[in-house]
């Protein structure tokens, strides 16, 4: 079943719960998805929606943080409540190790030697790890690799 469709279907099953947060929640993720859609013309497939509630949740974070900054915790606590919805459409996100080893294994497949390299590694790695890692900490953890 595609992720629409469990979105679709989690829609649903929020509208008969009456559960009000939930639903504006993943209405709000069907929105950007159907909005991305239009835009480009195209059907989107499950790695490109999860591209978009990864998208989401960084964009909730960043929110979430400015609040509590600015002493707004009631506006914190939506944002957290709405990346906790968001975050359980997603896949199961992978421990340091696996990460760690995925990396290794790139960078030994593309044959990498140095920094010039870092665009094949991070070409081989972005299929497996979009939205199961932070590829920002990504990039770090293979710039590293690459220097040493």
Avoid at 63 to 68: A, C, G, T
Avoid at 138 to 147: I, K, Q
Wanted: overall charge negative; cysteine-free.
């Amino acid at each position: 079943m595609s992720l629409v469709t469990t979105l679709k279907d989690a829609q649903k099953d929020a509208m008969r719960n009456k559960d009000k947060e939930r639903l504006g929640t993943i209405r709000m993720v069907l929105a950007a998805v159907k909005q991305r859609e239009i835009d480009e013309r195209i059907e989107l497939d499950d790695e490109q929606v999860i591209a978009i509630l990864t998208k989401m949740v960084k964009q909730r974070r960043d929110s979430q943080s400015q609040f509590e900054q600015a002493d707004r915790p009631e506006l914190a606590a939506k944002e957290a409540s709405e990346i906790k919805v968001i975050e359980a459409f997603m896949p199961q996100p992978l421990s340091e190790e696996e990460v760690s080893s995925l990396i290794a294994n790139a960078i030994e497949s593309t044959s990498a030697s140095g920094m010039q390299d870092m665009g094949k590694v991070m070409a081989e790695l972005k299929p497996t790890l979009t939205g199961r890692a932070d590829m920002g900490k990504v990039s770090g953890l293979v710039r590293t690799y690459l220097n040493k």
